[in-house]
């Protein structure tokens, strides 16, 4: 079943088509890889589904309803998550904080609701706290809860933008570059990270450079060249295409 | 009919003043990113020095008017070495804050060393009436209009023939890239600074024969040449011209046939207006200047 | 052991007037009139520090929204002759009112022209509220206001005005805390800090910053109607920029988004010049210097440098990735 369906999306800036037409489709349960050369039109492909710029045609439908246009914290709202190129946490707000921040939205009813802290409430506020906990757990900066974001290393951002992301559960996961401008060791902590949350159902769409990344834990890889598709297939398969050679090294 | 045309001229009168005040604004914030609140002191504390020059030291007009251009581009220098170099790496809510402290700081300072009372500055100019066509107008301001096109006419100029208002261009376009190919990044902030004050003081020495000088005329002119920038596509200096020009012909008809009280208000219905309908300004999103 | 002391403070300030009364004997109508004054623009502070502080927008209409709320009350009060009761709330409706209205075309903008286009329905106010004679009296001033009454309950003296200002005080102070914490205050703050990740996180920063400023902008009506219940004339002069300025002054003194700092910014310099005596402009030039020394060495203001927890990262830009809230239209500026 189709989680996320692009269909002819088209993006344009100053005369510039960054995002040319391009189909892309992502199911269920799946592991998508998302490559190219600098400039091929990725993160704007990203920008373009969670909302963070308005395509100039084409269409956009998760879990079959149309979500063309709709502003990024409506995205965000329907149960898609996404990291950033350049990784962006809050860095006034500790740890915990940060992703105590990412669940509230998913938790509110009605104005009464936030108006009053009733006793439910205050369970709602409690579960969150230890479903932060355990994220952060889960990631390795359990002990850095307090610790306010902004002095955390950039690794370690990257790891706590990534558990944001997690908090309110979202379907689909969108990591803009996870890999990049981190440590080897980063990199494989990041890599069990990904393919947990895969063995775990969840769907991811990914972006990256790293081509050891990318042929290691993906399902499927699509290739992006002056913003079209130019490929799609196993990682096997898309190592070995001379049109992915030639985006890559050609002249 | 006639009257229509005298409004007109006048309006071309104040296009030119707010022109040359928005179009050092709007070079500021193109080059260097920088809006400066305090743009309208310049004009004010050119006014003031233009009045001493030419009123209490009696020089002529031209020496007392390039007297006070040159008085305030080393005042523009000097502020830019000490304010605007520690702001500019800072947020935009230090840079504005900081500016609109120096507007408030320069403004009541000149009401404790001028006094409140407005300064004028007639010249023979601006009492020579000339006959044109049926039409009475100053002759101070047809100086004005023809001063401030050779202005902007030797701007453009500047900053597309010689070296260093090339590298002005280059800077509003792509800043980083200018300090990695050896470009003087801090010079050219201070000479884009440096011509700004010395637009709107010279628009101060043209014009303060027509209208006088007091210390409170900065804030409005800031206001209203801001409107011009934001009107003309933020950073995009022809379009803050011919907006300024749009803004002082519709304040000056609006005087004139709607209501002088509340002429400017003017400006800031127009730039809502265009920012309602087209958020980009008139000439849209223009790179560099 | 704490909420002993809460309570001692408490009462305390309750029984100023007659602490007064007995210390400085004679003094007591001017030592009382700095402390009416200091409490409302304490509470005119903090309202301006929810928009400015805490959710990051840095608006320069608060005298419009002042001036609206004192406008309404003031002519609601000595034409129409409507209760106080009454007037109050229809200030502050008014003010929250225009607000919105405003708020709309403003939040299009982004940073400077929002400033810029603040700034100008300021001054665009005060042009209206100078030249409107027929409706406003202009330069003539409102007269006349009435005192605050509620029924028989009449404040007409000193102390009772004190308590009065000292009650609206505490209101917005319980209001300001309400607004700034748990989750309310974490959505504000992290559309503050980084608007694109607040999107990220399904926060809606249009709607956070409209909240704010409409709160903001009628909390700012309904103190000024205290203000001109208070004073009884009303006059442009009172809508001027240079309230703003006082405003930042304090702001950014105490300590942006810092309850604890508004407070002591806002007593420190409405009471300091009051009792320095300060000829008006001598205290904008110093105000001016003061305001630009503050905001470079401590832009974050320089009650929270003593704050716990004021993280090294506090005034951290977000990226520059070229991520930018979306207009409607298309790239605004």
Same mark, same amino acid.
């Given at each position: 079943?189709?989680?996320?369906?692009?269909?002819?999306?088209?993006?344009?800036?100053?005369?510039?088509?960054?995002?040319?037409?391009?189909?892309?489709?992502?199911?269920?349960?799946?592991?998508?890889?998302?490559?190219?050369?600098?400039?091929?039109?990725?993160?704007?492909?990203?920008?373009?589904? @969670?909302?963070?710029?308005?395509?100039?045609?084409?269409?956009?439908?998760?879990?079959?309803?149309?979500?063309?246009?709709? %502003?990024?914290?409506?995205?965000?709202?329907?149960?898609?998550?996404?990291?950033?190129?350049?990784?962006?946490?809050?860095?006034?707000?500790?740890?915990?904080?940060?992703?105590?921040?990412?669940?509230?939205?998913?938790?509110?009813?009605?104005?009464?609701?936030?108006?009053?802290? @009733?006793?439910?409430?205050?369970?709602?506020?409690?579960?969150?706290?230890?479903?932060?906990?355990?994220?952060?757990?889960?990631?390795?900066?359990?002990?850095?809860?307090?610790?306010?974001?902004?002095?955390?290393?950039?690794?370690?951002?990257?790891?706590?933008?990534?558990?944001?992301?997690?908090?309110?559960?979202?379907?689909?996961?969108?990591?803009?570059?996870?890999?990049?401008?981190?440590? %080897?060791?980063?990199?494989?902590?990041?890599?069990?990270?990904?393919?947990?949350?895969?063995?775990?159902?969840?769907?991811?769409?990914?972006?990256?450079?790293?081509?050891?990344?990318?042929?290691?834990?993906?399902?499927?890889?699509?290739?992006?060249?002056?913003?079209?598709?130019?490929?799609?297939?196993? %990682?096997?398969?898309?190592?070995?295409?001379?049109?992915?050679?030639?985006?890559?090294?050609?002249? | 009919?006639?009257?229509?045309?005298?409004?007109?001229?006048?309006?071309?009168?104040?296009?030119?003043?707010?022109?040359?005040?928005?179009?050092?604004?709007?070079?500021?914030?193109?080059?260097?990113?920088?809006?400066?609140?305090?743009?309208?002191?310049?004009?004010?504390?050119?006014?003031?020095?233009?009045?001493?020059?030419?009123?209490?030291?009696?020089?002529?007009?031209?020496?007392?008017?390039?007297?006070?251009?040159?008085?305030?581009?080393?005042?523009?220098?000097?502020?830019?070495?000490?304010?605007?170099?520690?702001?500019?790496?800072?947020?935009?809510?230090?840079?504005?804050?900081?500016?609109?402290?120096?507007?408030?700081?320069?403004?009541?300072?000149?009401?404790?060393?001028?006094?409140?009372?407005?300064?004028?500055?007639?010249?023979?100019?601006?009492?020579?009436?000339?006959?044109?066509?049926?039409?009475?107008?100053?002759?101070?301001?047809?100086?004005?209009?023809?001063?401030?096109?050779?202005?902007?006419?030797?701007?453009?100029?500047?900053?597309?023939?010689?070296?260093?208002?090339?590298?002005?261009?280059?800077?509003?376009?792509?800043?980083?890239?200018?300090?990695?190919?050896?470009?003087?990044?801090?010079?050219?902030?201070?000479?884009?600074?440096?011509?700004?004050?010395?637009?709107?003081?010279?628009?101060?020495?043209?014009?303060?024969?027509?209208?006088?000088?007091?210390?409170?005329?900065?804030?409005?002119?800031?206001?209203?040449?801001?409107?011009?920038?934001?009107?003309?596509?933020?950073?995009?200096?022809?379009?803050?011209?011919?907006?300024?020009?749009?803004?002082?012909?519709?304040?000056?008809?609006?005087?004139?046939?709607?209501?002088?009280?509340?002429?400017?208000?003017?400006?800031?219905?127009?730039?809502?207006?265009?920012?309602?309908?087209?958020?980009?300004?008139?000439?849209?999103?223009?790179?560099?200047? | 052991?704490?909420?002993?002391?809460?309570?001692?403070?408490?009462?305390?300030?309750?029984?100023?007037?007659?602490?007064?009364?007995?210390?400085?004997?004679?003094?007591?109508?001017?030592?009382?009139?700095?402390?009416?004054?200091?409490?409302?623009?304490?509470?005119?502070?903090?309202?301006?520090?929810?928009?400015?502080?805490?959710?990051?927008?840095?608006?320069?209409?608060?005298?419009?929204?002042?001036?609206?709320?004192?406008?309404?009350?003031?002519?609601?009060?000595?034409?129409?002759?409507?209760?106080?009761?009454?007037?109050?709330?229809?200030?502050?409706?008014?003010?929250?009112?225009?607000?919105?209205?405003?708020?709309?075309?403003?939040?299009?903008?982004?940073?400077?022209?929002?400033?810029?286009?603040?700034?100008?329905?300021?001054?665009?106010?005060?042009?209206?509220?100078?030249?409107?004679?027929?409706?406003?009296?202009?330069?003539?001033?409102?007269?006349?206001?009435?005192?605050?009454?509620?029924?028989?309950?009449?404040?007409?003296?000193?102390?009772?005005?004190?308590?009065?200002?000292?009650?609206?005080?505490?209101?917005?102070?319980?209001?300001?805390?309400?607004?700034?914490?748990?989750?309310?205050?974490?959505?504000?703050?992290?559309?503050?800090?980084?608007?694109?990740?607040?999107?990220?996180?399904?926060?809606?920063?249009?709607?956070?910053?409209?909240?704010?400023?409409?709160?903001?902008?009628?909390?700012?009506?309904?103190?000024?109607?205290?203000?001109?219940?208070?004073?009884?004339?009303?006059?442009?002069?009172?809508?001027?920029?240079?309230?703003?300025?006082?405003?930042?002054?304090?702001?950014?003194?105490?300590?942006?988004?810092?309850?604890?700092?508004?407070?002591?910014?806002?007593?420190?310099?409405?009471?300091?010049?009051?009792?320095?005596?300060?000829?008006?402009?001598?205290?904008?030039?110093?105000?001016?210097?003061?305001?630009?020394?503050?905001?470079?060495?401590?832009?974050?203001?320089?009650?929270?440098?003593?704050?716990?927890?004021?993280?090294?990262?506090?005034?951290?830009?977000?990226?520059?990735?070229?991520?930018?809230?979306?207009?409607?239209?298309?790239?605004?500026?």
């Amino acid at each position: 079943m189709a989680l996320l369906e692009i269909r002819g999306l088209t993006k344009r800036f100053l005369g510039v088509t960054a995002v040319d037409a391009v189909d892309l489709t992502v199911d269920v349960g799946e592991l998508v890889s998302l490559i190219g050369p600098n400039g091929s039109g990725k993160t704007t492909l990203f920008n373009c589904v @969670t909302g963070f710029a308005a395509p100039d045609a084409g269409r956009v439908a998760f879990r079959g309803r149309d979500v063309t246009g709709a %502003p990024a914290h409506r995205i965000a709202r329907l149960g898609i998550g996404r990291t950033f190129q350049l990784v962006r946490v809050f860095p006034r707000l500790n740890a915990l904080d940060n992703l105590l921040t990412f669940l509230q939205q998913h938790q509110e009813e009605n104005v009464a609701a936030r108006l009053v802290r @009733t006793a439910r409430m205050r369970r709602l506020e409690a579960a969150a706290v230890e479903r932060a906990h355990h994220l952060l757990g889960t990631v390795g900066l359990r002990d850095r809860a307090s610790a306010p974001a902004g002095s955390l290393s950039y690794g370690q951002r990257k790891l706590l933008a990534f558990a944001a992301a997690l908090m309110p559960d979202p379907d689909l996961l969108l990591l803009d570059e996870p890999a990049a401008a981190v440590n %080897p060791t980063m990199i494989n902590q990041m890599k069990e990270q990904i393919r947990a949350l895969h063995r775990a159902g969840k769907t991811v769409l990914l972006v990256e450079h790293n081509m050891d990344v990318v042929m290691d834990i993906s399902e499927r890889v699509v290739v992006l060249d002056h913003g079209q598709k130019i490929a799609e297939g196993p %990682p096997g398969a898309i190592r070995r295409d001379p049109r992915v050679i030639e985006a890559y090294f050609g002249a | 009919m006639d009257d229509l045309l005298e409004q007109a001229v006048h309006g071309l009168t104040l296009g030119s003043l707010y022109a040359m005040v928005a179009a050092g604004l709007a070079l500021m914030f193109g080059v260097v990113r920088l809006i400066n609140f305090a743009h309208g002191e310049f004009y004010m504390l050119g006014g003031y020095a233009f009045w001493y020059a030419y009123r209490e030291l009696g020089l002529p007009y031209p020496v007392a008017g390039l007297a006070a251009t040159g008085v305030l581009s080393a005042f523009g220098w000097a502020y830019e070495r000490t304010v605007i170099r520690t702001i500019l790496p800072r947020t935009w809510h230090v840079q504005l804050i900081a500016t609109l402290a120096t507007s408030i700081t320069l403004t009541n300072g000149a009401i404790l060393v001028f006094g409140t009372q407005p300064k004028e500055v007639p010249t023979r100019l601006s009492s020579t009436i000339l006959e044109i066509g049926g039409l009475r107008i100053a002759a101070q301001r047809l100086v004005v209009l023809i001063a401030a096109l050779l202005i902007f006419a030797g701007l453009e100029w500047f900053v597309t023939r010689s070296k260093l208002g090339r590298a002005m261009r280059a800077m509003s376009q792509n800043r980083e890239a200018c300090a990695v190919v050896g470009v003087d990044v801090q010079q050219i902030a201070l000479v884009t600074f440096a011509i700004s004050a010395a637009l709107a003081a010279g628009a101060a020495v043209l014009v303060s024969p027509l209208f006088n000088i007091f210390p409170d005329v900065g804030a409005l002119l800031t206001l209203k040449a801001f409107a011009a920038v934001i009107t003309g596509g933020f950073g995009y200096v022809k379009g803050a011209i011919a907006a300024s020009f749009l803004i002082g012909l519709a304040e000056s008809l609006a005087a004139g046939y709607v209501s002088y009280a509340y002429k400017d208000a003017i400006a800031f219905i127009v730039m809502v207006l265009v920012l309602l309908v087209r958020p980009q300004g008139l000439f849209g999103r223009r790179i560099g200047i | 052991m704490r909420s002993a002391r809460r309570a001692f403070g408490a009462l305390a300030l309750v029984a100023v007037p007659w602490i007064v009364a007995a210390v400085v004997p004679g003094q007591e109508r001017y030592v009382l009139h700095v402390l009416i004054f200091t409490a409302l623009y304490a509470a005119l502070a903090l309202s301006y520090d929810l928009v400015v502080g805490h959710v990051g927008s840095l608006s320069l209409a608060h005298p419009a929204f002042f001036g609206i709320g004192a406008y309404t009350a003031a002519l609601l009060g000595t034409e129409a002759r409507w209760p106080f009761a009454v007037a109050l709330p229809a200030a502050i409706i008014a003010a929250g009112l225009a607000a919105l209205v405003i708020g709309v075309p403003m939040f299009r903008l982004t940073e400077h022209s929002f400033a810029m286009g603040t700034l100008g329905f300021a001054v665009v106010m005060q042009i209206v509220a100078t030249n409107w004679v027929d409706f406003t009296r202009g330069p003539l001033c409102v007269t006349g206001i009435p005192k605050p009454a509620v029924g028989a309950l009449r404040v007409a003296t000193l102390p009772a005005f004190y308590w009065t200002a000292l009650g609206a005080l505490a209101l917005v102070v319980l209001l300001y805390r309400g607004l700034t914490t748990f989750r309310l205050g974490r959505a504000f703050h992290a559309v503050r800090d980084d608007e694109t990740l607040a999107a990220a996180a399904a926060i809606d920063p249009l709607k956070y910053r409209m909240l704010a400023f409409a709160i903001g902008g009628a909390l700012a009506g309904g103190i000024g109607t205290l203000y001109v219940s208070y004073v009884g004339v009303l006059c442009p002069g009172e809508l001027a920029v240079s309230l703003t300025v006082n405003l930042l002054v304090m702001v950014f003194l105490g300590g942006v988004g810092s309850l604890r700092g508004v407070l002591i910014g806002a007593a420190a310099f409405t009471a300091l010049p009051e009792i320095l005596r300060m000829a008006p402009t001598w205290r904008m030039v110093i105000y001016g210097l003061l305001l630009l020394v503050i905001v470079i060495r401590w832009p974050d203001g320089v009650g929270t440098m003593f704050s716990k927890g004021a993280s090294t990262a506090s005034s951290e830009p977000p990226p520059r990735d070229g991520l930018r809230r979306r207009s409607r239209r298309s790239n605004a500026v």
